[in-house]
């Protein structure tokens, strides 16, 4: 296996400063010496991540998993480019847990952040390029030419001066028993034939036809369903239950409890479900019994009055400039929590024995998953196997593995191969939710117009807290399971020194972009006892909202126009205005037509800047989002397709949850269940979308999540616009 | 015994009469690429054909559809003779995460066996029922718009469902 000893950092310096082909000094250990390469049973191990059997199938072990964001294109593409082979012709598998698939950014075998292109971009090209390099090499041993005079393409070596080629297929026997040279050559972009070309997705074709397998779709021989009855209090417990009914019912097998409820156990998915639905149970409601979202908000608020917080920001005299503002303007904005709702439903298929677990399950944290059926097993991590399987949605929701934790549970009682799978109600009221959050802001004017002072205060719980628990000991896989808490506890303490902060509450208000003589931004730590997670765009979901909806406001207290008021304070950030510059012009800002309103924002997050111009309609308190315009800057687009339709794609995610998106709490409980009183926006109120890509040399950014944060603050001003209406809390309603 | 044709074979099961369609196609017959998504009728990840005509599978008792024609995902078309509508999908690079996508074209090519030419609006109406969380939309709507010029161009005709096959004496008597 490589061992890259360039920093990111580094490498980005190295790019912009080579010229021609990018000459990287890798220290790679020979092919023969790395345990987990070489040949075994006819399959040339080229690394973790490039195998290649005898017919010259080349096989690309995918460890970023595919949710609909597009790493099964987008990193086998990188793959393809430097393996000179056609994209379409790789074999993808999804990679197993293992040390050597850890997210570089996070120290776990994670997806999430935005971070699967930027991440693998040298990684995965090295690969390539590595195994490039021995083709070139085997095929110079037996033309008897130095390597250097052979070139590839379309899966052959060529040696054009004798105009001679051989097949990557025709070369495997010697190509087995050579070695990584110690330097490689990655391409010129000049030379890209896929990278920014290739359009097309390569999963399209299995998911057109029925034939892509998720997770509920694992079939396991002798496997039983389950079905989990959990308190309908959040944090409750199983007081008492009589299983009688539900073990008369046609099919049970079994009913064990497990730590989250009671489980369920039939040999079919409906029997269990029906067996269920017969099962009483007594539940110890525990102290979230009388939570209410009300509670919530005003623990927030007490909480926001009792400690200013952490400062994140303290730039200037923000006071003096509060004080001496010709305009000084005040306000509260909040957002609510908010469920995942991806359209696969929570489920897991669990199979423990006496010495493994096999875990088959859609999950964004294959050795997170280890984690989970570790704690409720004998096993140790090295003992569970986790196949990961095509992922019907992702957004966050399955990084946490309580899904994998309950089935493991619930095998290794029953002694059975079990496949769990949640209801879309257990799905919607025991999801992990996008935090709710409180925000204080102040902003001073001056007399000539000008921002000159900037104050938010935000009040939210950290996702840390809640998700360090399942994460850190997959960081420390040799660590004993008695010492899990610790570890856990270690990372809440020490985070920031021993653990990495998490910026996930004030991400996007922190990093505020524009240049105001006095900027004053603070955290007040505050949490319900609600758990909370990641969530598409995360901290930015909330605060971009928070921060480019107050940009507005102020922008309109100080009669100037929302783009130009912006662009004034962004003049030294010419990425940024490059954004917003194209954005108005592709959407003709300030000249919408009669009857329609526009508004903007912009936000940067996962290294990429995405302006939105929205346009909306009203009628009465009803309002519809006809037309939004949406252009990023991500870096180079690995496949501008898929940069499209991950715009789209965030556009309309955030844009359900600007029009609909909340969960409520009441009486501990969870109120909305199912799609009717959790809307997703539906194909008859999607709006056009306009797109469009600023061209960029850079090293590709985060596209899975920045088209998300913009669209709330955008449409908010759009209905000001309208209605004259000031919209401060999510989600957007008129009535 | 319950008797029913999928995508043109016969099956004759002993299930339970108020099991949903969805559950006896996925785990009795083992057809998955038909989805789960909320049980109540509400996202049509389960869509799938009776007669011709879209059903949501989540909440159609499998006793409801004795003697009825299904047609599931698998039966329209496969990755060596796509549907137009399947090729559609692939050229403009619709799915996502892809787990609605099924009941997507289930609805699709129903559209367009019953109007071959919808227009913007008709699409947008007939495919409201089918949610898709990844916001797929913009491209369902150009991939059945280009469905439907592939399909008018061939004259491609969707083989029209035996809408009352004969049951098998035995279940009948």
């Known amino acids: 296996m490589m061992d890259v000893t360039l920093s990111r950092r580094q490498f980005f310096k190295l790019s912009m400063t080579a010229s021609g082909g990018l000459v990287l000094a890798t220290q790679l250990s020979a092919c023969g010496t790395d345990t987990h390469s070489g040949e075994k049973n006819g399959v040339w191990h080229a690394d973790a991540w490039v195998k290649m059997d005898a017919e010259g199938q080349v096989k690309f072990l995918l460890d970023r998993v595919e949710m609909g964001q597009g790493t099964y294109t987008g990193l086998t593409t990188l793959l393809a480019e430097e393996l000179d082979i056609d994209p379409s012709l790789i074999e993808v598998q999804f990679a197993p847990a293992d040390t050597r698939y850890r997210n570089p950014d996070y120290g776990l075998q994670i997806t999430g952040g935005s971070n699967s292109l930027s991440s693998s971009w040298d990684q995965i090209r090295q690969s390539g390029a590595a195994v490039r390099a021995v083709m070139t090499q085997a095929a110079g041993r037996v033309w008897q030419v130095a390597p250097e005079e052979c070139s590839t393409m379309d899966g052959r070596v060529v040696h054009a001066a004798t105009q001679r080629s051989l097949n990557y297929s025709d070369l495997y026997a010697v190509a087995v028993k050579e070695s990584v040279p110690n330097s490689l050559t990655l391409k010129d972009p000049a030379d890209f034939k896929y990278i920014g070309k290739h359009n097309q997705r390569l999963d399209a074709p299995l998911k057109s036809t029925g034939t892509a397998d998720f997770g509920i779709d694992t079939v396991v021989p002798g496997m039983a369903f389950a079905v989990v009855s959990r308190c309908p209090v959040i944090g409750g417990s199983v007081k008492h239950f009589d299983a009688t009914a539900a073990l008369a019912s046609a099919g049970v097998k079994q009913v064990v409890e497990i730590t989250s409820g009671i489980a369920v156990i039939a040999d079919s998915y409906w029997q269990a479900r029906k067996g269920l639905n017969a099962l009483s149970v007594e539940w110890d409601e525990g102290e979230n019994a009388s939570l209410s979202t009300q509670a919530v908000f005003e623990q927030y608020k007490q909480m926001a009055d009792q400690d200013e917080g952490d400062s994140r920001r303290d730039e200037g005299d923000i006071e003096s400039a509060l004080s001496n503002g010709d305009l000084v303007i005040s306000a509260e904005y909040q957002a609510p929590f908010l469920a995942h709702a991806t359209m696969e439903p929570q489920n897991c298929v669990a199979h423990v024995q006496a010495d493994r677990c096999d875990i088959w399950a859609p999950t964004q944290g294959p050795d997170v998953a280890q984690v989970a059926a570790a704690k409720v097993t004998d096993l140790s991590l090295d003992q569970i196997f986790v196949h990961t399987t095509f992922i019907g949605g992702g957004f966050g929701r399955r990084l946490s593995q309580d899904f994998v934790a309950e089935a493991a549970e619930i095998s290794a009682k029953t002694g059975l191969p079990i496949k769990l799978i949640w209801s879309r109600e257990d799905d919607t009221q025991h999801d992990i939710y996008r935090p709710a959050s409180y925000h204080r802001l102040k902003a001073a004017v001056s007399a000539d117009g000008k921002l000159t002072g900037w104050q938010h205060q935000l009040v939210c719980p950290k996702i840390l807290s809640w998700y360090v628990w399942d994460a850190a000991p997959a960081q420390f896989p040799w660590a004993p399971k008695f010492m899990y808490n610790t570890l856990a506890n270690a990372g809440i303490a020490g985070e920031g020194v021993l653990a990495p902060e998490d910026h996930s509450p004030f991400e996007g208000a922190e990093s505020y972009p524009y240049a105001v003589e006095s900027v004053d931004v603070r955290y007040t730590h505050a949490d319900a006892g609600v758990p909370v997670s990641y969530w598409r765009s995360v901290g930015h979901s909330q605060n971009a909202f928070v921060v480019e909806g107050f940009m507005n406001e102020m922008a309109h207290a100080a009669k100037q126009d929302p783009y130009q008021f912006r662009r004034n304070l962004l003049k030294d950030n010419a990425q940024a205005v490059a954004v917003l510059d194209k954005v108005v012009a592709l959407a003709n800002w300030g000249k919408a037509p009669k009857g329609v309103h526009q508004g903007l924002a912009l936000h940067y997050s996962f290294g990429s800047w995405v302006a939105q111009v929205v346009e909306v309609a009203v009628e009465g308190t009803q309002y519809q989002v006809n037309r939004v315009y949406c252009v990023i800057d991500c870096g180079l687009a690995v496949n501008p397709d898929i940069v499209h339709s991950q715009m789209e794609s965030g556009v309309i995610f955030a844009l359900t949850a600007a029009k609909y998106g909340q969960i409520d709490i009441e009486q501990g409980r969870v109120k909305q269940s199912n799609f009717h009183d959790y809307q997703m926006l539906r194909m008859n109120e999607c709006p056009e979308i306009v797109i469009d890509i600023i061209p960029s040399a850079q090293p590709p950014k985060g596209v899975g999540e920045p088209g998300v944060p913009p669209l709330a603050p955008a449409l908010a001003d759009a209905l000001f616009s309208a209605t004259g209406k000031r919209l401060r809390e999510l989600p957007l309603s008129l009535s | ?173």
């Open chain 2, 1 to 173: 015994m319950i008797e029913f044709r999928v995508n043109g074979n016969t099956q004759r099961l002993d299930v339970e009469g108020d099991t949903p369609l969805l559950w006896v196609l996925r785990d009795t017959i083992g057809l998955t690429g038909t989805k789960f998504g909320c049980g109540m009728g509400l996202c049509g990840a389960c869509t799938v054909q009776m007669n011709g005509q879209p059903i949501r599978s989540c909440s159609m008792p499998v006793s409801a559809i004795h003697g009825q024609e299904i047609t599931t995902i698998e039966g329209v078309g496969t990755m060596d003779d796509l549907h137009p509508v399947q090729q559609a999908w692939i050229d403009e690079n619709v799915p996502q995460c892809g787990y609605c996508q099924s009941g997507q074209i289930m609805s699709a090519t129903a559209l367009l066996a019953s109007n071959p030419n919808p227009s913007d609006d008709e699409i947008k109406q007939y495919m409201a029922g089918n949610i898709c969380r990844c916001g797929t939309y913009p491209r369902i709507q150009k991939a059945i718009k280009k469905a439907s010029r592939a399909m008018q161009r061939t004259g491609f005709a969707e083989s029209s469902p035996n809408l009352n096959y004969e049951l098998a004496t035995e279940v009948q008597s």
